[in-house]
């Protein structure tokens, strides 16, 4: 028959699972997830240098048993056919992961073992839900390492006894440590002197009985305790939340719950209740009364129960109450902790009571979830605390009054899940104290315009300490339109127009006009000088685009922009620049007939050949301001209320310095 074969290697070792054909449905089901080998290291465990076991690591937690004909469920085979180990035992199979194969020397009697692979049988061995192993085969293709671990196994000297090891190393009284190889099943035996008896272990091991297997996967420490000829044991067994002392002193219950007394010794044992608990009574080999003291002859071992109330601690946040059933929890609106005790085993019910303008938020701690009236069940097998909290509702609304349109989110410190996230009217609720901060996001070519109610300003976010019920409103507006006034110069005719459409000036028109664009908008001005036209430049808000023929805008405030157009200069020789300055204390502006100079905005042009152009400087200050005219002028005139002209001819290129004092 032939079966399918999968591999996978693993740090050097190379896993080959056989999986056997699926003989039925039921089969198939008992094989889900299987226990697998993931590694197999070789072990010293006599530290001579020499492998003597194998230690195998599963996947999960195994446990393995003997094959109905005595043999173990592994087989380890070495480099040929004729040469296999004998398994002297294998170790550290119940509920374990590691598997440790103990080897006898081989067949040909060679200590020294050289495993080629390891085969395991399916059947026998299973995790702890009784899923099968399937059968695997380990061929080691790189070689095992050797691993020389070993673990130290260190037992506390008891007092009236022994404590003895096997395999052998531990014998305490005398010898208390020994390190042993890893994996290792070590059995150690408790013995007591004459007289003595045997009472627990303590550390690694547990119980009553006078041996226990310690498995060696880590250091390990074990105590055990014996009684003395002639004493008793007292064993105290608590409930709740208090404590018992003993007189003569030893019981310290709490910690300390076991102590051996003298024969016939009277022990007095005392209750103390903790904060809020109270002491129920005693139990046991005793007929104390239900006193906080109880008087024990040590005539033999004993064992008494002493029982307290477990507390149950409430902690509100916010205005409310807090009330229980059974009674005995009563929280007042004003009071932020509250503690009572309950028998144990008490299913305590407890009910929260919103105080006037507030909410209840919900239980945490040893409850969850937000029902008020009998939201919380709480079983007192421990001391348990709950909190309770109380809130408030914060809503958000958007002002009818704005004009436009936005959201209103939150964040809020402690966090919660549930949070506003508002374009109309919306609540939520807040625990008590919580801070929440409030995001406006104003819609696509909206603005934020600010907040009323429980905030205030213009900022988009704002913070609300959630103390009452409170109400914000944010308000959105669609933001006014931005105007573009556009006019022309120059002694020439052209157009301009604009992307997004609006303005569209003819050759006509000396004034474009104004247009308006909503805020923030790019606007792309184009200018387009007419047949026999030049285009002289940019000025106002597009003096920076020069002689482009296109100025680009965003319309963020009102803009004011001018293009001037000139008739064609001719040829070359026949176009001379006029460049004009200003100077002087004062201030003022220079105009020209033909048009062309606006200085403070263009004191540059360009005229024909031989053009009488009269500039005329008009000062800020028509009372006492003068105007006077630089070299370059045919002729001025005097300043009179701040105004004064200068002659230009333009037969070659002039410079002209206006000077305002």
């Not at 020294?112 to 839900?129: E, G, H, W």
């Not at 071992?301 to 902690?315: C, G, N, R």
């Not at 809130?391 to 899940?417: C, E, H, I, M, R």
Request: aromatic fraction near 4%.
């Amino acid at each position: 028959m032939l079966r399918k074969i999968t591999t996978v290697c693993l740090s050097g070792v190379l896993l080959l699972g056989l999986l056997p054909p699926a003989a039925s449905a039921a089969r198939a089901r008992r094989d889900t997830k299987p226990p697998k080998i993931m590694k197999a290291e070789m072990l010293d465990r006599n530290g001579n240098g020499l492998a003597d076991a194998v230690r195998l690591t599963y996947n999960e937690k195994i446990k393995h048993r003997l094959d109905t004909d005595g043999r173990y469920p592994f087989k380890v085979k070495g480099p040929s056919k004729a040469t296999s180990y004998r398994i002297k035992k294998v170790n550290g199979a119940r509920r374990s992961k590691r598997l440790l194969i103990i080897l006898k020397e081989k067949q040909n009697g060679d200590p020294t073992p050289d495993v080629k692979y390891i085969r395991t049988r399916k059947k026998p061995v299973k995790d702890l839900a009784k899923n099968q192993a399937k059968r695997q085969i380990f061929i080691r293709t790189l070689g095992l390492p050797v691993s020389t671990d070993t673990f130290m196994l260190t037992v506390t000297p008891p007092e009236n006894g022994t404590i003895t090891s096997s395999p052998s190393g531990i014998n305490c009284g005398s010898d208390c440590s020994q390190a042993y190889p890893a994996e290792d099943q070590i059995t150690l035996t408790a013995t007591p002197d004459e007289g003595a008896e045997w009472t627990e272990w303590g550390g690694a091991c547990s119980g009553a009985a006078t041996t226990c297997v310690v498995t060696m996967d880590s250091d390990k420490t074990v105590s055990g305790s014996f009684l003395g000829a002639g004493e008793r044991l007292l064993t105290v067994e608590k409930t709740g939340a208090g404590k018992v002392t003993s007189d003569p002193s030893g019981i310290d219950c709490g910690s300390t719950c076991t102590k051996a007394f003298t024969q016939d010794q009277d022990v007095t044992l005392t209750a103390t209740p903790d904060l809020n608990s109270e002491f129920l009574g005693w139990a046991g080999a005793t007929d104390c009364a239900e006193t906080t003291t109880c008087t024990v002859t040590m005539d033999e071992s004993k064992t008494i129960q002493a029982e307290f109330t477990w507390v149950l601690t409430v902690i509100k946040t916010g205005p409310g109450s807090v009330s229980s059933l059974p009674a005995g929890m009563s929280c007042a609106a004003d009071i932020t902790t509250c503690a009572a005790g309950f028998e144990p085993g008490t299913n305590v019910v407890l009910s929260a009571s919103p105080s006037s303008g507030s909410k209840f938020v919900g239980w945490t701690e040893a409850c969850t979830g937000t029902t008020a009236v009998a939201g919380c069940s709480v079983t007192m097998d421990a001391n348990k605390t709950v909190k309770a909290g109380f809130g408030y509702d914060l809503t958000v609304t958007k002002d009818a009054a704005g004009t436009g349109d936005g959201t209103v989110t939150s964040s809020s410190n402690p966090a919660q899940a549930e949070q506003l996230n508002c374009g109309g009217t919306c609540t939520v609720t807040f625990p008590s104290g919580t801070i929440v901060t409030l995001t406006a996001a104003a819609a696509t070519d909206n603005v934020f315009a600010g907040w009323s109610g429980a905030c205030s300003g213009t900022s988009t976010t704002c913070q609300v300490t959630v103390d009452a019920a409170k109400s914000v409103v944010g308000k959105f507006d669609i933001p006014a339109p931005k105007n573009l006034a556009v006019t022309k110069n120059g002694n020439g005719v052209g157009t301009v127009t604009s992307d997004p459409p609006g303005l569209d000036c003819t050759d006509l028109l000396v004034s474009c006009g104004t247009v308006a664009f909503a805020q923030n908008t790019p606007v792309t001005l184009t200018a387009t000088p007419g047949p026999g036209m030049d285009f002289g430049g940019w000025g106002g808000d597009c003096l920076s685009a020069g002689t482009n023929v296109t100025c680009e805008l965003v319309m963020n405030e009102d803009k004011e922009v001018s293009a001037t157009f000139n008739l064609d200069a001719g040829p070359p020789g026949d176009l001379h620049v006029l460049e004009v300055t200003r100077e002087g204390a004062g201030s003022g502006t220079v105009t020209s007939v033909p048009a062309g100079i606006s200085c403070g905005v263009d004191c540059s042009e360009s005229y024909d050949a031989d053009t009488i152009v009269v500039l005329t400087a008009t000062h800020s200050n028509p009372v006492t301001g003068v105007v006077t005219w630089g070299d370059g002028c045919t002729s001025t005139t005097p300043s009179v209320g701040g105004v004064s002209t200068c002659t230009v001819t333009m037969d070659a290129a002039k410079s002209i310095t206006a000077t305002f004092s």
